[in-house]
């Protein structure tokens, strides 16, 4: 779309290439470029935004053959001219630019009329055959930028995967709607609902723009002994009375390793934390820990001996209730 904008655009600047560019050497630098400013990676960037259109709008004339001609036509010929109304005092007319151009000029006999109120788009496109460039975002997800490539549309898949997996990170292989096979890196440490962007996997752009995207959202199968806290892993560890009342060494299970063995104090209440450094969620970002939660295992089934041994034993503790605490706390 030839455009009056044209005198002052150095379209080649805009996109840090030199004017002997070419077409392949364009294609690349602009998808470069469109990647980096890309809305979508830019979310609230004004600035951002108004770079993809500049360079955007300078893709589409300098990628088109005949616009491109023609831009270079102008910029070479009108350096910095401006189009006003034929015989205004001082400026060139519309003829003093383009008469080279097209083979006439104020002298030559052949005139063109500038209606005033006329909008230049309006004389260009006649002139050039285009209208107005199109805006930004379609119905279909994809983004169109001043009559540049249009970018495929995303895809949305989900896959399951178990928790060993998630925490230590692993390739798989998935199934695409076409049948072919993609590998995808599934990160250490993902979580659960987490989405993965496969970037240029999803759909094709209709007309030689940068593919779509596949958003990948990851569902974690539970573990049966083991809990995600961030970076680290939660277990809960039973313990008898007498080990949490006397003191003990306990073994405590880890994530595919062997079982570490970990000192239980005396007088060791239920809900108490261990924690085994480092044996947690292995990420680039850090490593977290292993935290053991106590708890008091209760024996469902007496025999009588020690029901009485039990008794007796009651019978010689503190005479103390555990629950004065909250129930004061409760009444003030």
């Known amino acids: 779309m030839a455009s009056q904008d044209w005198f002052d655009k150095d379209f080649y600047k805009v996109l840090g290439v030199s004017k002997d560019v070419t077409p392949a050497e364009l294609k690349k630098v602009y998808r470069k470029l469109a990647r980096k400013y890309h809305p979508d990676s830019n979310p609230g960037d004004a600035a951002a935004e108004s770079k993809f259109k500049e ?4 893709n589409s004339v300098l990628s088109d053959p005949e616009q491109r001609k023609e831009y270079d036509q102008i910029r070479a010929m009108g350096s910095g001219a401006r189009f006003t109304a034929p015989g205004s005092a001082g400026q060139g007319g519309f003829d003093d630019v383009f008469g080279g151009m097209f083979g006439g000029g104020a002298q030559g006999g052949r005139g063109y009329t500038y209606q005033q109120g006329g909008n230049f788009d309006d004389i260009f496109g006649g002139m050039f055959g285009s209208g107005r460039g199109g805006g930004f975002g379609t119905s279909s997800g994809g983004y169109r930028g001043f009559g540049g490539p249009t970018r495929g549309n995303d895809v949305t898949a989900h896959t399951t995967i178990d928790f060993v997996t998630a925490t230590r990170g692993e390739t798989i292989t998935l199934q695409a709607a076409d049948g072919k096979p993609i590998k995808v890196k599934i990160p250490a440490g993902v979580a659960d609902g987490q989405k993965i962007k496969l970037r240029g996997k999803g759909q094709p752009s209709p007309d030689g723009g940068e593919s779509g995207d596949i958003v990948l959202t990851v569902t974690v199968r539970k573990h049966p002994v083991f809990e995600r806290d961030g970076l680290n892993l939660r277990v809960t560890v039973p313990v008898t009375f007498a080990e949490a009342a006397l003191g003990a060494t306990i073994e405590v299970p880890t ?6 063995k970990l000192r239980v104090a005396p007088g060791t209440p239920s809900g108490r934390v261990l924690r085994v450094k480092g044996r947690g969620v292995q990420t680039a970002k850090g490593t977290g820990d292993l935290l053991a939660i106590v708890q008091i295992a209760v024996p469902s ?6 029901e009485e041994a039990l008794k ?6 503190p005479d103390e209730n555990p629950r004065d ?3 004061a706390k409760a009444r003030s």
């Open 301 to 306: 089934h007496l025999s009588s001996d020690a």
């Open 255 to 260: 994530l595919g390793g062997d079982p570490v």
């Open 325 to 327: 605490d909250i129930l």
């Open 312 to 317: 007796a034993f009651a019978e010689k503790l």
């Open 55 to 58: 360079i955007s709008e300078a």
